[in-house]
T-cell receptor
Framework: DADVTQTPRNRITKTGKRIMLECSQTKGHDRMYWYRQDPGLGLRLIYYSFDVKDINKGEISDGYSVSRQAQAKFSLSLESAIPNQTALYFC??????????????FGEGSRLTVL | KNQVEQSPQSLIILEGKNCTLQCNYTVSPFSNLRWYKQDTGRGPVSLTIMTFSENTKSNGRYTATLDADTKQSSLHITASQLSDSASYICVVSPFGNKLTFGTGTQLKVEL
C-alpha cells in the first residue's frame, strides 16, 4: 500500500458542484500539503498544515479550503468548482525532523476535470 | 520573485545514450536543491539533494551537479533505460520561503 493515499484518483464534475479530495498517510509525518499541477506550470502550493491545529494558505488558495481531521488525514475542498480548477492535485507530506532539507513524499495524484 | 527554469522542455533519446538536463535558478541564498522524478500518472519522487555548498551528488546512473556561481544545476543520466522516461523536476528551497518548483523536463527514452 502507498504511504500517501489520495482519493478519488479521477473525478469529473460540473461547474458549481462541491468536491472533496481526500488524503491519508501512514508515514507518521506532521506536515502535509496540497499542490496543484498544470501543464507547463510548476507545482503550486494551495494549502499546508504543520500540525492538526495548524492551517496555512499557499500561493493559490482562492476557491479552495482544507480540513486537517487528524495527523494522518488532510482533505481539500472546492466549494463551487469552476473549469479553471481542472488540474492534477497532489497531496504531500514531509518530516519536520529533517528541517529545511525535508523531502516531500507525494501521493499518486487526483485528476479533477470540471466541465 | 524566485524562479526556477528548466531546459529543454522535452527531450527524446535512444536507449543506452546519455543526456543532461538543465536547471537555472535565481533563488539566492538557498538551503538545498533537489531533483525529483515523476513517472506518468504518479507523484514526484526525490532523486538527489544538494546543499548550496555541494558540487555533485550521485544516485546510481543519476548525477546532479551544482554551480553556485552561475546558479545552475544539471542532472546527468548515464546509459539511459526505457524506465527513465519521465518528467524531471528541479526544486529549490530558499531560506525562510516556500519551495520553488521548475516546470520540468519531459524525457522519453526510445528503443
Amino acid at each position: 500500500d502507498a504511504d500517501v493515499t489520495q482519493t478519488p484518483r479521477n473525478r469529473i464534475t460540473k461547474t458549481g458542484k462541491r468536491i472533496m479530495l481526500e488524503c491519508s498517510q501512514t508515514k507518521g509525518h506532521d506536515r502535509m500539503y496540497w499542490y496543484r499541477q498544470d501543464p507547463g506550470l510548476g507545482l503550486r502550493l494551495i494549502y499546508y498544515s504543520f500540525d492538526v491545529k495548524d492551517i496555512n494558505k499557499g500561493e493559490i488558495s482562492d476557491g479552495y479550503s482544507v480540513s486537517r481531521q487528524a495527523q494522518a488525514k488532510f482533505s481539500l475542498s472546492l466549494e463551487s468548482a469552476i473549469p479553471n480548477q481542472t488540474a492534477l492535485y497532489f497531496c504531500a507530506t514531509s518530516d519536520p525532523g529533517q528541517g529545511r532539507t525535508g523531502e516531500l513524499f507525494f501521493g499518486e495524484g487526483s485528476r479533477l476535470t470540471v466541465l | 520573485k524566485n524562479q526556477v527554469e528548466q531546459s529543454p522542455q522535452s527531450l527524446i533519446i535512444l536507449e543506452g545514450k546519455n543526456c543532461t538536463l538543465q536547471c537555472n535558478y535565481t533563488v539566492s541564498p538557498f538551503s538545498n536543491l533537489r531533483w525529483y522524478k515523476q513517472d506518468t500518472g504518479r507523484g514526484p519522487v526525490s532523486l538527489t539533494i544538494m546543499t548550496f555548498s555541494e558540487n555533485t551528488k550521485s544516485n546510481g546512473r543519476y548525477t546532479a551537479t551544482l554551480d553556485a556561481d552561475t546558479k545552475q544545476s544539471s542532472l546527468h543520466i548515464t546509459a539511459s533505460q526505457l524506465s527513465d522516461s519521465a518528467s524531471y523536476i528541479c526544486v529549490v528551497s530558499p531560506f525562510g520561503n516556500k519551495l520553488t518548483f521548475g516546470t520540468g523536463t519531459q524525457l522519453k527514452v526510445e528503443l
